[in-house]
Structures are given as structure tokens and as C-alpha cells.
């Protein structure tokens, strides 16, 4: 079976995109693990498949996965990327509605900058200790959209963020789900930096939307930062947060950020028997599965 694809990224967390509003193609987990593998694959962060949305919703909706297979509810990346996608196959204008898993976005687009309206954050919770080994460490957390550690720390250079990330991420406090875990350094009032160990890539990613999100929230209650708020992500763009609120709430949350076409191509997979939609993954097989037959960039959109 031969599928066309879209490789996009948003601030260097990048992904592929897939049209199925016809809704033939259901991937199995060991599918997207191996679509998403840099040597075996196309190489991403996650996948995203474009589908109709469900009745009296939006027009638009996506499943979207990691890269290791597993379903998540939101990515605000993902979203900003997701809304440029449908804007390009539809035409539609420059205000952009579809469904998550989190609830229904609002995306207003100008060219490659797009800004997304996300769902509003819960579950705050702050100045908590986690004991890890020898060492307590202050932790702090909110979902936005998916659920979020925050660390402030005073170089984020100098982070073990695969080792920390990995142990926190898996920590008992935050289970059974586990969380992302995002290390946040103050660079100024209203500036800061985070480098985000993501779920579900299990490891560093240049941007993380939501971790963004959370780690600029979690800075404007703990340390009296005023919106928008902007943040230096490790692939080195800014993004902005803005929202509104008082006290332990937080409305009409924002993030604004690049979206941009990487290639289009075509891509080989190999049939799979009983291969449905969600499947748990499966490690990545040690022979090329899929064959780029075409590739070629995009024309500015």
C-alpha cells in the first residue's frame, strides 16, 4: 500500500501528516513506530491523520500519535501544524476549528505563523517534593491538554534532561499515565527557556506546545510573570503564551509559534494482518520496511 504524506514542524517538533477523511488507512502502533523512525522511516515526534470530525463538532478532527505508537490527547505543535494541513487540502480560511482528544481547537493562521486557542489547563499543583534516589526535588504540575512536570533550574544547559526527565516522567507521583517533564530556567521577566523530556518519545524534543504552556503558567503564578510570556525552546524558536485568569485558574490560554512544510512524498507499507487503529507498539524490525518512492517541497502556503 502506497500513502502520501506531509512532513511539517513547529519550532523543530516535527511530524507527519496524513489525509484519511476517506478513512482507509488505520495504522497499527508497530505502523507509526516504523513511519516515525529516522533511519527506517520518515522520522518525526508523532503522526497525525486527518479525519472527518465527529457530528455536530467541528468539520475536522485528528488521531494523533507518538512516536512509539501510543494515542495522546493534545500537542499544541502538532495543532499549529495540523491547522496549516487542513488549510492547505481544504482551502479553508484563515480560522482553522477541529477536534482532540482534549477537546476542539480554534487555530487563527498568518501565513507560517499560527496561534491556537488550547483547552483550558487543570490540575494544578504546586511546590510538590519528589524523591528521587538521594535527592528531593521541588516539582511542579498542570495539564494542559496532557499532563506536565515543571522544574525551575538555573542553567538549562546544564540539565541531565534524558536521565531526570526519564526517572520523573515515570515517577509513582505521577502514575499511571506518567507526565512530560519540562526544566524551565528564568531568563527575564517575562522571558524563559525549557527544554521538555516528552512522553511517548521518551527523550528530549526540540519544542514541546503544551510543555511550553505549562512551564510559562506555572511562571506567571509562582513568579508573578504577566502575559504573553515568551519562550526559547531548545531547537532555538521563540513561542509566546498569552491567557487570562486569576487565582488557581487560567483562560483563554494561547500559543503562537511557526508551522512549516518540510517534503511531500509517498511511502511504501507493508501490509499487516489484523492491523486495526491503536494497537500497542512493537519494537521497530531490524530490515527496512517502506520505500520513499517520490519526494518533492511543497510550494509556499
Same mark, same amino acid.
Given at each position: 500500500?502506497?500513502?502520501?504524506?506531509?512532513?511539517?514542524?513547529?519550532?523543530?517538533?516535527?511530524?507527519?501528516?496524513?489525509?484519511?477523511?476517506?478513512?482507509?488507512?488505520?495504522?497499527?502502533?508497530?505502523?507509526?513506530?516504523?513511519?516515525?523512525?529516522?533511519?527506517?522511516?520518515?522520522?518525526?515526534?508523532?503522526?497525525?491523520?486527518?479525519?472527518?470530525?465527529?457530528?455536530?463538532?467541528?468539520?475536522?478532527?485528528?488521531?494523533?500519535?507518538?512516536?512509539?505508537?501510543?494515542?495522546? =490527547?493534545?500537542?499544541?505543535?502538532?495543532? $499549529?501544524?495540523?491547522? #496549516?494541513? *487542513?488549510?492547505?487540502? @481544504?482551502? %479553508?480560511?484563515? !480560522?482553522?476549528?477541529?477536534?482532540?482528544?482534549?477537546?476542539?481547537?480554534?487555530?487563527?493562521?498568518?501565513?507560517?505563523?499560527?496561534?491556537?486557542?488550547?483547552?483550558?489547563?487543570?490540575?494544578?499543583?504546586?511546590?510538590?517534593?519528589?524523591?528521587?534516589?538521594?535527592?528531593?526535588?521541588?516539582?511542579?504540575?498542570?495539564?494542559?491538554?496532557?499532563?506536565?512536570?515543571?522544574?525551575?533550574?538555573?542553567?538549562?544547559?546544564?540539565?541531565?534532561?534524558?536521565?531526570?526527565?526519564?526517572?520523573?516522567?515515570?515517577?509513582?507521583?505521577?502514575?499511571?499515565?506518567?507526565?512530560?517533564?519540562?526544566?524551565?530556567?528564568?531568563? =527575564?521577566?517575562?522571558?524563559?527557556?525549557? $527544554?521538555?523530556?516528552? #512522553?511517548? *518519545?521518551?527523550?528530549? @524534543?526540540? %519544542?514541546?506546545? !503544551?510543555?511550553?504552556?505549562?512551564?510559562?503558567?506555572?511562571?506567571?503564578?509562582?513568579?508573578?510573570?504577566?502575559?504573553?510570556?515568551?519562550?526559547?525552546?531548545?531547537?532555538?524558536?521563540?513561542?509566546?503564551?498569552?491567557?487570562?485568569?486569576?487565582?488557581?485558574?487560567?483562560?483563554?490560554?494561547?500559543?503562537?509559534?511557526?508551522?512549516?512544510?518540510?517534503?511531500?512524498?509517498?511511502?511504501?507499507?507493508?501490509?499487516?494482518?489484523?492491523?486495526?487503529?491503536?494497537?500497542?507498539?512493537?519494537?521497530?524490525?531490524?530490515?527496512?520496511?517502506?520505500?520513499?518512492?517520490?519526494?518533492?517541497?511543497?510550494?509556499?502556503?
Amino acid at each position: 500500500m502506497v500513502v502520501r504524506f506531509t512532513k511539517m514542524n513547529g519550532a523543530g517538533n516535527d511530524f507527519v501528516l496524513i489525509d484519511n477523511r476517506d478513512g482507509r488507512l488505520c495504522l497499527s502502533g508497530d505502523q507509526v513506530v516504523r513511519l516515525c523512525h529516522r533511519q527506517r522511516g520518515i522520522g518525526a515526534d508523532g503522526l497525525l491523520l486527518l479525519v472527518p470530525g465527529p457530528a455536530g463538532s467541528a468539520e475536522w478532527a485528528w488521531d494523533f500519535f507518538n512516536s512509539d505508537g501510543s494515542r495522546a =490527547a493534545m500537542c499544541g505543535n502538532g495543532a $499549529r501544524c495540523f491547522a #496549516r494541513f *487542513v488549510q492547505r487540502l @481544504t482551502g %479553508a480560511g484563515r !480560522t482553522v476549528r477541529f477536534a482532540t482528544g482534549a477537546g476542539l481547537i480554534t487555530a487563527e493562521l498568518d501565513q507560517d505563523m499560527v496561534t491556537v486557542d488550547l483547552t483550558s489547563p487543570h490540575a494544578l499543583r504546586l511546590n510538590q517534593p519528589l524523591r528521587l534516589g538521594e535527592q528531593t526535588l521541588t516539582v511542579h504540575s498542570i495539564n494542559t491538554g496532557v499532563p506536565h512536570a515543571v522544574l525551575f533550574v538555573p542553567d538549562a544547559d546544564r540539565c541531565a534532561v534524558g536521565r531526570l526527565g526519564s526517572q520523573i516522567r515515570s515517577h509513582p507521583f505521577f502514575a499511571p499515565d506518567g507526565a512530560n517533564v519540562n526544566f524551565v530556567e528564568l531568563l =527575564a521577566p517575562g522571558r524563559i527557556r525549557v $527544554r521538555t523530556y516528552e #512522553r511517548g *518519545v521518551e527523550g528530549e @524534543t526540540l %519544542a514541546c506546545g !503544551t510543555g511550553v504552556t505549562a512551564s510559562a503558567l506555572i511562571a506567571a503564578r509562582l513568579h508573578g510573570f504577566k502575559p504573553p510570556i515568551d519562550v526559547r525552546v531548545q531547537g532555538g524558536d521563540w513561542l509566546q503564551v498569552s491567557f487570562s485568569g486569576t487565582g488557581e485558574s487560567f483562560d483563554r490560554v494561547r500559543l503562537k509559534g511557526p508551522a512549516e512544510f518540510v517534503f511531500e512524498g509517498q511511502i511504501e507499507l507493508e501490509p499487516q494482518e489484523n492491523a486495526s487503529c491503536g494497537l500497542e507498539p512493537t519494537p521497530p524490525s531490524s530490515r527496512p520496511f517502506a520505500e520513499v518512492r517520490s519526494m518533492k517541497a511543497p510550494s509556499p502556503g
